[in-house]
């Protein structure tokens, strides 16, 4: 069982940064793909992005890809999502998540999941 605690969210202009950190508790996070997913209001959930087990394997949507950083530290069962030169389109409640069989990229293959962390950016 893993729990997962995001944090970091808030209220940015267009243009600046945000990283959030999601928290794990459990001592099998070190063997879980992680992904950061992302739901806008009326809209359904999106994957963002993906980092395997070691951090050896990243992965990143078309369109967050050369601003959105994902990172992890097993020794702090933490993963990170920077986010750069955020735009008013990345609006949105992120998510992450954890994925203990597969290295993937789809929200249903995703076995634990966070309460969510609101990120707003104003124009």
């Known amino acids: 069982q893993v729990r997962l605690v995001e944090s970091g969210g808030g209220l940015v202009q267009a243009g600046g940064s945000l990283r959030l950190s999601c928290a794990a508790s459990?001592?099998?996070?070190?063997?879980?793909?992680m992904g950061w997913f992302r739901q806008a209001p009326g809209k359904e959930r999106e994957f963002v992005a993906v980092?395997?087990?070691?951090?050896?394997?990243?992965g990143y949507a078309d369109s967050v890809k050369g601003r959105f950083t994902i990172s992890r530290d097993n020794a702090k069962n933490t993963v990170y999502l920077q986010m750069n030169s955020l735009k008013p389109e990345d609006t949105a409640v992120y998510y992450c998540?954890?994925?203990?069989?597969?290295?993937?990229?789809?929200?249903?293959?995703?076995?634990?999941w966070g309460q969510g962390t609101q990120v707003t950016v104003s124009s």
């Open positions: 980092i395997s087990w070691n951090g050896g394997e990243v």
């Open positions: 459990g001592r099998t996070f070190s063997r879980y793909t």
């Open positions: 998540a954890g994925d203990s069989s597969r290295y993937s990229r789809s929200p249903r293959s995703y076995d634990y």
